[in-house]
């Protein structure tokens, strides 16, 4: 069961201030915080071992606060947060940091900034890009293991599916791109993303990038390359899953999006591509692409290879 643990008024001397002059001295801090956490494992047991001890949260509170100097409560904020959801088996955080003496003339209480924070909400931050949305919705379905992104472009998703502890396999034709991701990969600590740079639509028979059988989770989104769906299909674990998404025709209709109507999906095309899949989740319509403030026309579409002695066209 979910508890909320709570720190009042944690008060320290810290060096925060948006000009040289207030950094220089340290003064009075406090924070407070509501962590939300299990508490099942503590109260039956009564070890603190199965707790989030909240001694150990304050001194690591004070010993970042107090020891960072930082322009704003913000970044600070910020840096506690990452902090509470690497160290402590926390699911959700509400910090509130405040200045309790602040340099302005005619506050008489105190000033700061409150955040309120889940874990995934903050993994998802520290990607950088913001992933797709269907993605996030879907990741319940994902069996944890080893994931391939199709066209992967920017890296949005791969970079969200590593930093949710998948064996991330990303491949694009843009050099320049599959650079950067890799860069980036590094920066974050992302060991378990790997990049290759492969021409997709090259005039072939052998596709040696799509080995049979080898991945839990295969994604595709709003890219499309009807040649490439039997070894899509075909590199996919027994009950592994393909999560895809990308433009219908109502969208080149409307938009003129993509430049060529080739690009986009027949209606209830995408299910024929796919028809020796077990359909999990299936929408065609408007919905939010992550291109920009417009809603755009997609497919939208979650479906399992066949497993160990199941039929591949069995209901949903």
């Known amino acids: 069961m979910a508890g909320t643990i709570i ?4 008060e320290f001397q810290g060096r925060c201030g948006v000009t040289p002059e207030e950094r220089r001295r340290p ?3 406090a924070v407070d915080l509501e962590l939300e956490c299990q508490t099942d494992p503590a109260a039956a047991s009564d070890d603190i071992r199965q707790a989030v001890d909240y001694a150990q949260v304050a001194d690591r509170i004070v010993e970042i606060a107090a020891t960072q100097d930082c322009a704003l409560l913000e970044t600070l904020s910020e840096r506690l947060l990452t902090m509470l959801f690497a160290e402590f088996p926390v699911e959700r955080a509400k910090i509130w940091v ?3 003496a602040p340099p302005l003339e005619h506050v008489t209480g105190s000033v700061g ?9 903050h993994r998802i931050q520290d990607v950088g890009p913001t992933p797709s949305r269907f993605l996030t919705q879907q990741l319940h379905r994902l069996p944890k293991g080893k994931a391939l992104d199709v066209a992967a472009g920017s890296g949005r998703n791969s970079l969200f599916l590593a ?4 064996q991330v396999d990303a491949m694009d034709r843009d050099e320049q791109a599959m650079a950067q991701l890799a860069t980036t990969a590094k920066q974050r600590g992302l060991t378990n993303l790997t990049v290759r740079t492969v021409d997709l639509e090259r005039t072939t028979d052998e596709r040696p990038e799509f080995p049979a059988q080898t991945y839990d989770v295969i994604l595709v989104f709003f890219y499309l390359h009807r040649a490439l769906f039997p070894a899509l299909l075909e590199s996919l674990k027994p009950n592994g899953i393909l999560i895809y998404e990308t433009f219908t025709i109502d969208n080149y209709l409307r938009h003129r999006h993509p430049r ?3 690009f986009c999906l027949a209606h209830n095309e995408l299910l024929r591509l796919t ?8 929408d065609e319509g408007e919905h939010d692409g992550g291109h920009g403030p417009d809603a755009v026309y997609t497919a939208q579409l979650v479906a399992q290879q066949a497993g160990p002695g199941s039929l591949p066209h069995e209901p949903a």
Request: aromatic share 8%; charged share 25%; proline share 3%.
């Open 113 to 121: 900034v409150q955040l309120v924070r889940s874990r995934l909400a």
């Open 163 to 166: 930093s949710q502890g998948f």
């Open 7 to 10: 720190i009042e008024r944690l």
């Open 275 to 282: 028809s020796n899949l077990r359909l999990l989740s299936y």
């Open 98 to 100: 405040r200045k309790l």
């Open 27 to 29: 003064q009075p801090l």
């Open 260 to 262: 060529r109507w080739e």
